[in-house]
T-cell receptor
């Protein structure tokens, strides 16, 4: 158990809908990262927050947004969902934002868009 | 641009034999390299990292990795494979700015009893 929690574990929804994925980092970790894992794209970095501030952006679509709250939990919002958004979404956390910090991953949220 | 390549989709090895999972990278500046493992229906777990210093890095579960600057490689190794090592292994590099982590496509390791 990494100490990172994600809810829900599974999510099934329809195209055009909006969903929110939630992540609680390990106790004391200030950085939160979001990743999308799919069979065709592999593991793609979406976005990173450090202590409430956006730190880096990866291949995140305009339809997706995220935030990190004062208690350090984070939410990833996915809107106008398309079939291609079906994937496993991981949250990870680390103690700092630096290059040397390894990340601790949550169990993921499996999103299915029908 | 930074990149990571894992040239093998799958590696097959018999239990008790040594294993190697290959990784090559391309970064400007000093590389910060990581290996993670993913078991079925689980998140990734950190195995080891190279930041600086000794080229041979030791990590969790008996794994180690050898950093080779001239060959821009960071191969994961284990002297004696276990069936329980069967999983998906990812090599990763932090980009020059330090904020993005770029993962390889992953290599599936299958250890046969």
């Amino acid at each position: 158990d990494s100490g990172v929690t994600q809810t829900p574990k599974h999510l099934i929804t329809a195209t055009g809908q909006r969903v929110t994925l939630r992540c609680s980092p390990r106790s004391g970790d200030l950085s939160v990262y979001w990743y999308q894992q799919s069979l065709d794209q592999g593991l793609q970095f979406l976005i990173q927050y450090y202590n409430g501030e956006e730190r880096a952006k990866g291949n995140i679509l305009e339809r997706f947004s995220a935030q990190q709250f004062p208690d350090l939990h984070s939410e990833l919002n996915l809107s106008s969902l398309e079939l291609g958004d079906s994937a496993l979404y991981f949250c990870a956390s680390s103690s700092g934002a630096g290059k040397s910090n390894e990340q601790f991953f949550g169990p993921g949220t499996r999103l299915t868009v029908l | 641009a930074q990149s990571v390549a894992q040239p093998e989709d799958q590696v097959n090895v018999a239990e008790g034999n040594p294993l190697t999972v290959k990784c090559t990278y391309s970064v400007s500046g000093n590389p910060y390299l990581f290996w993670y493992v993913q078991y079925p229906n689980r998140g990734l777990q950190f195995l080891l990292k190279y930041i600086t210093g000794d080229n041979l890095v030791k990590g969790s579960y008996g794994f180690e990795a050898e950093f080779n600057k001239s060959q821009t490689s960071f191969h994961l190794k284990k002297p004696s494979a276990l069936v329980s090592d069967s999983a998906l292994y990812f090599c990763a590099v932090r980009d020059t700015g330090g904020f993005k982590t770029i993962f390889g496509a992953g290599t599936r390791l299958f250890v046969k009893a």
